[in-house]
């Protein structure tokens, strides 16, 4: 028998014990299953870590899931983000919770991009970041029998040590009542001064108000958050109001950019909502607010939303905001865009260029303009439903690979306003195929089959679905529907891809499918959102 000649090619990064061990499929990376359950991913050509993925049981029969590279970047579900600490040095005491670097290192798809030839990269080194946190406290000596407190908030800096000549310094505090945002002051709050206390009037809910308060130091380190307690007394007891402001846009001031269902789904999703939310009556009524292909201009559209803000349809904290948009959408570097009636181009779609493109974006409401409205808003819940359609190449998210759906701004927008967001991007070829259906494939899921037909109540099966699993529903089922649309096609002798150009892709699996995302509130367990009961 010949003898194997044994060849020590690479070590690989792992200091716990490994339970089992697999390769991709192009064989280029290696997966470890470590003993503490998390999994490690080699990259095989040099012996590097490229990141570690980590999955634990949620509230609500959820799984929460972190993956994190070596440098600092991280994704996952907001319930890891405070959980999973991130270890800087082999002193068991030098660690920090994930989400103390959201701001920076917060990476939306990162777990496909491990995978690529050129992974990404940390903005710069985490661990030279000042991990020095300011101070955040919480107090109020208003009772809970009034309908609106003044609380103060005092933030004091890290002082000065060895290390760093200066204080933390402190800045962009936020405050949120049960766990949605009801104050924020931006930039510098010490202006100079080692500490300073801030002070607001808020209304109160009756029973308890749960109220946290952060900031962040001159590095944009997350500081630990600040708690009270208030109970509201049973006098500051009545019902709110369901805003819903649906938003369809089939025709553009450009006809070259039209579409075929939007309309229809902004109408079946307001009137479904609408219906559900009236059969629960844990509202005192359901209003809709509907802008429709030319109403749907963009001072319309942001002065529907600043109604709720400032305007004659101040939303109350008892109150829900809902608000659908079906229509084009594209990314541009971070952040998301929604494009309005009035988009400001008046050329081909086949030929956009870039200055073209450009002046489309500034005409086009921005994640950023979103939050500055939003966070106005007084409803302690708000729930945003984006279904985009990003036809043409032009419209394509400048960072392919990632997509307009992993911009990190909507991500933002969820964890600083304290809000649900479900967001999906198709191409032009997702949206004809959707001509059988009727309705995009993100609203036939969310509607016909996630509250018609109660599939979304799955976590647990219990009569009841909530705002989480319903859209985590709807994120988990387009993939399928489109993947068993190819699949139907492929039977019938006929092929179909969901991106222009992936139809000689061989395996239809490997062709790409609508992926939408979920980007949610923090503090979810204070009081979920029910959509329906059976």
């Known amino acids: 028998m010949k003898r194997i000649q044994e060849k020590h090619l690479r070590t690989l990064p792992h200091n716990n014990r490994i339970d089992a061990l697999a390769f991709t499929v192009d064989g280029k990376f290696l997966i470890s299953l470590i003993r503490d359950g998390s999994r490690s991913i080699c990259d095989l050509s040099n012996g590097t870590l490229r990141a570690t993925l980590m999955e634990f049981p949620g509230l609500h029969y959820t799984t929460e899931w972190l993956v994190a590279t070596p440098d600092g970047l991280f994704d996952g579900s907001p319930g890891a983000w405070n959980q999973i600490l991130w270890r800087f040095s082999q002193n068991t005491f030098d660690l920090a919770p994930v989400e103390t670097f959201?701001?920076?290192?917060?990476?939306?798809?990162?777990?496909?991009e491990v995978f690529a030839a050129t992974p990404p990269q940390a903005p710069r080194d985490i661990s030279k970041l000042?991990?020095?946190?300011?101070?955040?406290?919480i107090s109020s000596q208003s009772k809970g029998d009034s309908r609106n407190a003044i609380v103060q908030i005092e933030v004091k800096e890290a002082a000065a040590d060895a290390q760093n000549p200066k204080g933390?310094?402190?800045?962009?505090?936020?405050?949120?009542?049960?766990?949605?945002?009801?104050?924020?002051?931006?930039?510098?709050?010490?202006?100079?001064?080692?500490?300073?206390?801030?002070?607001?009037t808020l209304p109160l809910?009756?029973?308890?108000?749960?109220?946290?308060?952060?900031?962040?130091n001159h590095d944009d380190v997350k500081s630990m958050d600040g708690y009270l307690k208030i109970k509201g007394g049973e006098n500051l007891k009545r019902k709110g109001v369901v805003y819903i402001v649906a938003i369809?846009?089939?025709?553009?001031?450009?006809?070259?950019?039209?579409?075929?269902?939007?309309?229809?789904?902004?109408?079946?999703?307001?009137?479904?909502?609408?219906?559900?939310?009236?059969?629960?009556?844990?509202?005192?009524?359901?209003?809709?607010?509907?802008?429709?292909?030319?109403?749907?201009?963009?001072?319309?559209?942001?002065?529907a939303l600043k109604a709720f803000g400032e305007g004659v349809r101040r939303a109350e904290p008892e109150d829900a905001l809902i608000v659908y948009y079906a229509g084009h959408g594209t990314a541009d570097k971070a952040h998301f865009y929604m494009v309005p009636h009035d988009l400001g181009y008046t050329g081909s779609r086949a030929q956009m260029d870039d200055i073209a493109f450009q002046s489309m974006i500034q005409q086009a409401i921005s994640d950023e303009e979103l939050e500055e409205i939003l966070e106005t808003v007084g409803a302690s819940q708000t729930l945003l439903v984006i279904d985009a359609c990003n036809s043409g190449q032009a419209l394509e998210s400048q960072e392919k690979r990632r997509g307009p759906m992993n911009a990190k701004g909507l991500a933002q927008?969820?964890?600083?306003?304290?809000?649900?967001?479900?967001?999906?991007?198709?191409?032009?070829?997702?949206?004809?195929?959707?001509?059988?259906?009727?309705?995009?494939?993100?609203?036939?899921?969310?509607?016909?089959?996630?509250?018609?037909?109660?599939?979304?109540?799955?976590?647990p099966q219990d009569g009841?679905?909530?705002?989480?699993?319903?859209l985590n529903y709807a994120a988990q089922r387009v993939p399928e529907m489109q993947s068993e649309k190819m699949q139907e096609?492929?039977?019938?002798?006929?092929?179909?891809?969901?991106?222009?150009?992936?139809?000689?892709?061989?395996?239809?699996?490997?062709?790409?499918?609508?992926?939408?995302?979920?980007?949610?509130?923090?503090?979810?367990?204070?009081?979920?959102?029910?959509?329906?009961?059976?």
């Open 205 to 216: 809910v009756a029973g308890e108000n749960r109220l946290v308060a952060y900031a962040f």
């Open 464 to 470: 009841q679905v909530f705002a989480q699993e319903w």
């Open 248 to 303: 369809g846009i089939n025709e553009y001031a450009n006809a070259d950019f039209n579409l075929k269902f939007a309309v229809a789904d902004a109408q079946v999703f307001s009137e479904n909502l609408k219906q559900s939310q009236t059969r629960l009556a844990e509202f005192e009524k359901v209003e809709v607010i509907s802008l429709f292909d030319q109403q749907a201009t963009k001072s319309n559209i942001l002065s």
């Open 130 to 137: 000042d991990r020095r946190q300011p101070v955040v406290k």
């Open 489 to 534: 096609a492929r039977l019938l002798k006929h092929e179909i891809a969901f991106v222009d150009g992936e139809e000689s892709i061989q395996n239809f699996r490997l062709r790409t499918v609508q992926q939408p995302r979920v980007f949610y509130r923090r503090g979810l367990e204070y009081d979920p959102f029910l959509i329906l009961k059976q």
């Open 413 to 459: 927008l969820a964890y600083e306003k304290g809000m649900y967001i479900l967001a999906a991007s198709q191409g032009y070829q997702a949206a004809l195929e959707a001509a059988r259906l009727g309705h995009g494939y993100l609203t036939y899921a969310l509607i016909e089959e996630g509250i018609k037909t109660l599939s979304a109540d799955n976590s």
């Open 102 to 112: 959201f701001n920076e290192f917060y990476y939306p798809g990162l777990f496909s």
């Open 168 to 200: 933390s310094g402190a800045q962009d505090v936020r405050l949120f009542r049960n766990g949605s945002l009801v104050k924020a002051w931006r930039g510098d709050v010490l202006q100079g001064q080692p500490g300073k206390t801030l002070e607001t």
